[in-house]
């Protein structure tokens, strides 16, 4: 099992269209965020959401522990950087290098650096997560594609799948 270290756009888009559980009823990931990150998450619903997967361990939270040389010098290296709007991104990438973590995020400047130092496969995103669901029977095919237009990014979502000459429904069913 993987734990998935979650920044702050992943739980806005899911938390804001009231589905967190979507990502947190995932039966093979660990779910983790850095308490930075939770700070960030400041408006409703998606606050409550979170507040009630925290509440319940569905989400960890967690922190650099700053006695770890590594950990230390994770988070200065990804703090330094301009790219990130808040200091969560940079809490999110440290632990994710120092912890061997998958790094859960929609937002372009993580992904673009989290595929770079650690390999696509520890990079996730609200696709990754709706085709973990449908995978695990957790939605149908129909129910994911559904949810696409309600997620903060899913407008932006089916633009690229189009773009790519995909589908919704042949992506999030794994074929292309």
């Known amino acids: 099992m993987s734990t998935i270290i979650l920044d702050a756009c992943l739980?806005?888009?899911?938390g804001n269209a009231e589905v967190l559980s979507i990502i947190t009823e995932l039966s093979k990931h660990d779910l983790s965020i850095p308490k930075t990150v939770v700070s960030e998450v400041?408006?409703?619903?998606?606050?409550?959401h979170?507040?009630?997967a925290l509440d319940s361990g569905a989400i960890t939270e967690v922190q650099i522990d700053l006695s770890l040389p590594l950990e230390q010098d994770a988070l200065l290296k990804y703090s330094r950087s301009m790219r990130f709007y808040g200091k969560g991104e940079a809490e999110a990438l440290a632990l994710a290098a120092s912890r061997h973590w998958v790094v859960g995020s929609d937002e372009l400047a993580v992904r673009r650096l989290a595929e770079q130092e650690f390999g696509q496969a520890?990079?996730?995103?609200?696709l990754d997560f709706l085709i973990w669901s449908v995978q695990e029977e957790r939605l149908t095919l129909n129910d994911a594609v559904g949810l696409l237009p309600r997620?903060?990014?899913?407008a932006s979502l089916l633009n690229r799948i189009a773009q790519a000459g995909q589908t919704a429904e042949g992506l999030l069913g794994g074929k292309r």
């Open 122 to 126: 520890r990079v996730a995103g609200t």
């Open 50 to 52: 979170l507040r009630q």
């Open 151 to 154: 997620l903060d990014i899913g």
């Open 11 to 14: 739980v806005i888009t899911f």
């Open 42 to 48: 400041q408006r409703p619903p998606a606050k409550l």
